[in-house]
Each structure stands twice: as C-alpha cells, then as structure tokens.
C-alpha cells in the first residue's frame, strides 16, 4: 500500500508539474459569451464573414459569439470599440483592408491601428478584377494601358466612392503605370457597375462577387485579376504583374482581431481554432460563394502584413489627397 501511495503521489505531482508550464489564459478561457463587433451594417461582405467565422468559432469554443454590428466613420467606431475593451479575448474584431487605409484616411484616429489592436490572424481574401465596357478596344491590361496614354484623361474610371478600396486600388493602378484616367465617383460599387454597363465608364475594379452576374451575361469584359497569384475562381485570367504591372497587388482582406494587450496565450488559442475552422471544406465552400478565398495566416505574420498595408495605402492615400465621404 504504500508504495502504492508513493506511486499515486509521483503521478500526482507530475500532473501538477505539467499544468503549471500551461498559461493561467489558456486554462481559463473562454470564461463567458464572446462579442464579434462588426464594424460595418448587416449584409455587406464583412459582416458576411464575420457571421460565418463567429458560428463556427462558437462552436470549436463551446461558448456563444455574439456578432454586434457597429457601422459608423467607415468602420473606425466599431474598431475603437474592440481596441478599448477589456484586452482578456472576449471582445473580438472583423475587420478589412479598410483598417489599414483607415490609418491615413483619417487626419486623427482615436486609436493606434498597429498598437491598439491584436492580431489573430487573416481570414480570406476577395480578388478584384480589372473590367470593362465591352465595346472599348482593348482586349488585354496592355491595350488598355495604351489607350489611356494615346487618349489621356479621356478614359473614365467608376468607383464606390474616393476613399473606397475601389477608387484607390485603381489609383494604385495608375500611380504605378502613370496613366490618366479620370475618376467618377458614385455611391457604391452597385451603380458604378451599372454605368459601365451602360457605357457611361469604361473600366472598374470591382471585387469579384459584385463583378460576377455581368461577367456571366457578357455586360462587361474581364482583363486580369488584382491578386499577386492567379484566382482559383478565374485560373485562366492573368494577373496585372503577369500582364505588365510588375509588383501590383490587391485584395480584399478579412482578419481577425482582439484588443491590444490581450494575453499572448489567449491569442494562439484563438489562432489554433482559426487554423481548424478555415481549413475545413464545408466553409470553403461557404466563403466560395461569396467569392472569397480562404488565407489562413499567424498572428505575428499578420501583424507584419497589416504594417506594410498601413504603409502602402497610407502612400496612395496621400498622392491622391483622398478624405473620408
């Protein structure tokens, strides 16, 4: 018996040698119901995202994900809400390239983007696609571009709006290849794209959900993708570095993201989870059919991805002198 008890208390005290080498945060949480602030309205393509990830991550933390919608000042003010919440991994955030161009679009922020806000990781990617009206005599990105410089500022451009990632995508495109395309704005991709339907513009860079149904019908005419790597939706279609814009890259990014100072072991739990979740085939398929491509990336990588994004529109924001609408 007593060797018994000798051997139970050795089990024992290995037991507890091993629990104290896990973080008190990785034992503990999650504690309660999650909140997933949306910083946008119901039904646009982040709030989309956000629902979907919240279900799923409910599911693989075995606590409710409450998606809160916040929309207001382009999406800072639901961002503001994450970076000043308890940083203890309740308080999660969905959130798009609009962040980091957020940084500079607005003159003063009520938060640090890079400082404020934790990193779990990205989530997916939209492509974009450079379209045009059917009838406009180029075939291929370096017709277009020998358009524009034959007939400057004779081309024009829609966009949801300045400041959107429509309008500065396609300022990219031009600061890059010096061309002159004049812009028209409108209130949102939707009747951006009817125009050009219609003959009003001549190209867009539109998300690839959006650009889709007119794809389809043959409205208007698709010339290459925006992403640094073909789109597994348009395999045949180049991308613009393949087509003749060395080093051009754009997507719409989702990513996921707590409160700043939020516990590092709190984090990987969170970005384990995200590993499964977006390796899974059901959604997948899911995000497939919102045009999305799953892009499942670590905390600390994302970190550095978001830096150089802040860094890159910032650039573009102001050649542009681009403000909030």
Same mark, same amino acid.
């Given at each position: 018996?007593?060797?018994?008890?000798?051997?139970?208390?050795?089990?024992?005290? +290995?037991?507890?040698?091993?629990?104290?080498?896990?973080?008190?945060?990785?034992?503990?949480? @999650?504690?309660? =119901?999650?909140?997933?602030?949306?910083?946008?309205?119901?039904? $646009?393509?982040?709030?989309?995202?956000?629902?979907?990830?919240?279900?799923?991550?409910?599911?693989?933390?075995?606590?409710?994900?409450?998606?809160?919608?916040?929309?207001?000042?382009?999406?800072?003010?639901?961002?503001?809400?994450?970076?000043?919440?308890?940083?203890? $991994?309740?308080?999660?955030?969905?959130?798009?390239?609009?962040?980091?161009?957020?940084?500079?679009?607005?003159?003063?922020?009520?938060?640090?983007?890079?400082?404020?806000?934790?990193?779990?990781? =990205?989530?997916?990617?939209?492509?974009?696609?450079?379209?045009?009206?059917?009838?406009?005599?180029?075939?291929?990105?370096?017709?277009?571009?020998?358009?524009?410089?034959?007939?400057?500022?004779?081309?024009?451009?829609?966009?949801?709006?300045?400041?959107?990632?429509?309008?500065?995508?396609?300022?990219?495109?031009?600061?890059?290849?010096?061309?002159?395309?004049?812009?028209?704005?409108?209130?949102?991709?939707?009747?951006?794209?009817?125009?050009?339907?219609?003959?009003?513009?001549?190209?867009?860079?539109?998300?690839?959900?959006?650009?889709? @149904?007119?794809?389809?019908?043959?409205?208007?005419?698709?010339?290459?993708?925006?992403?640094?790597?073909?789109?597994?939706?348009?395999?045949?279609?180049?991308?613009?570095?393949?087509?003749?814009?060395?080093?051009?890259?754009?997507?719409?990014?989702?990513?996921?993201?707590?409160?700043? $100072?939020?516990?590092?072991?709190?984090?990987?739990?969170?970005?384990?989870?995200?590993?499964?979740?977006?390796?899974?085939?059901?959604?997948?398929?899911?995000?497939?059919?919102?045009?999305?491509?799953?892009?499942?990336?670590?905390?600390?990588?994302?970190?550095?991805?978001?830096?150089?994004?802040?860094?890159?529109?910032?650039? +573009? +924001?102001?050649?542009?002198?681009?403000?909030?609408?």
């Amino acid at each position: 018996m007593h060797l018994i008890s000798r051997k139970l208390a050795l089990i024992a005290g +290995v037991i507890a040698m091993s629990c104290a080498f896990v973080p008190v945060g990785a034992q503990t949480f @999650p504690t309660r =119901s999650l909140r997933m602030i949306v910083p946008f309205a119901p039904g $646009g393509g982040i709030d989309i995202v956000g629902r979907i990830v919240a279900q799923r991550l409910s599911d693989a933390l075995g606590q409710p994900v409450v998606v809160d919608n916040r929309s207001a000042a382009g999406g800072t003010f639901g961002t503001n809400l994450t970076a000043k919440a308890a940083p203890d $991994g309740h308080t999660l955030l969905t959130n798009s390239i609009s962040m980091a161009v957020n940084a500079t679009l607005y003159a003063k922020l009520p938060y640090d983007t890079l400082k404020d806000l934790a990193p779990v990781g =990205s989530i997916g990617r939209q492509p974009s696609i450079v379209v045009v009206h059917p009838a406009l005599a180029a075939k291929s990105i370096g017709e277009l571009l020998a358009l524009a410089r034959a007939k400057p500022g004779q081309l024009n451009y829609g966009s949801g709006g300045m400041g959107s990632v429509t309008f500065l995508s396609t300022e990219l495109l031009k600061l890059m290849t010096q061309v002159d395309i004049k812009h028209v704005p409108y209130k949102g991709l939707g009747p951006a794209l009817i125009d050009l339907m219609g003959g009003q513009t001549q190209v867009i860079v539109s998300t690839m959900a959006t650009a889709l @149904p007119a794809l389809k019908s043959g409205r208007i005419r698709a010339l290459a993708v925006t992403t640094a790597k073909r789109s597994t939706f348009f395999p045949d279609l180049p991308t613009l570095d393949e087509a003749g814009v060395p080093g051009y890259e754009f997507s719409t990014w989702y990513a996921l993201l707590a409160t700043g $100072g939020t516990p590092k072991s709190v984090i990987a739990r969170l970005s384990r989870e995200m590993a499964g979740i977006l390796n899974s085939d059901a959604l997948k398929e899911q995000f497939s059919a919102q045009g999305i491509e799953t892009a499942y990336s670590s905390p600390d990588a994302f970190a550095a991805y978001l830096k150089s994004e802040v860094a890159k529109w910032g650039k +573009v +924001v102001k050649a542009t002198g681009a403000t909030p609408e």
